[in-house]
């Protein structure tokens, strides 16, 4: 199997043998970010056990696009959390057009919350376009189930965006694609 590492600062893209394109990214850590909020590690670890019990994926997508009115997904989630298959079902819909990617896996490391997705059929460019950026960072689309004293302790995501780091809460996110052809 013949490796290519395109190595641009914190961007790689990777295409397994049968030709599908994957993301690895940081999406968040146990790190206070700007708005100086952290989101420990038992938040991670909880978001964790929620994705692997209930089978939820999240979606990848570029600046938090599509935004919604504020309060739709704390109301999503109030409603829908215990019915994982109807908030799949809503998310899905919600960034029909601007999701490039689903979530497959979730793991936390060493006080760093890492996303492994697949990219989307049809959205090879985008993969490659990810591949020739340098400065990229990646952040969350979120609510907030438990904090006190600006520490996070619960959360559930429903999407991760891919934008400039500058523009990222916690600049020690990163996305990560890799080229592999074989």
Do not use: C
Request: glycine share 4%; net charge positive; charged share 30%.
């Amino acid at each position: 199997v013949k490796q290519e590492w395109v190595d641009k600062s914190s961007v790689h893209v990777y295409k397994d043998k049968k030709g599908q394109w994957w993301f690895l990214g940081i999406y968040s850590n146990k790190y206070e970010d700007r708005d100086e909020e952290i989101l420990s590690e038992k938040s991670h670890k909880d978001y964790i056990k929620w994705l692997k019990k209930t089978g939820f994926q999240p979606v990848i997508t570029a600046y938090h696009q599509p935004r919604m009115p504020l309060g739709f997904w704390s109301a999503v989630f109030a409603k829908y959390e215990n019915r994982p298959k109807v908030l799949q079902k809503i998310v899905d819909y919600a960034y029909r057009k601007f999701a490039f990617a689903k979530v497959q896996k979730v793991f936390y490391l060493n006080g760093f919350t890492y996303v492994l997705a697949k990219f989307l059929p049809g959205k090879e460019k985008i993969a490659k376009k990810l591949s020739e950026n340098s400065d990229l960072g990646m952040s969350h689309g979120f609510i907030v189930k438990k904090i006190s004293d600006s520490i996070i302790d619960s959360y559930r995501t429903f999407e991760m965006s891919v934008l400039k780091r500058k523009r990222a809460a916690n600049l020690l996110t990163r996305a990560m694609t890799l080229l592999k052809d074989g």
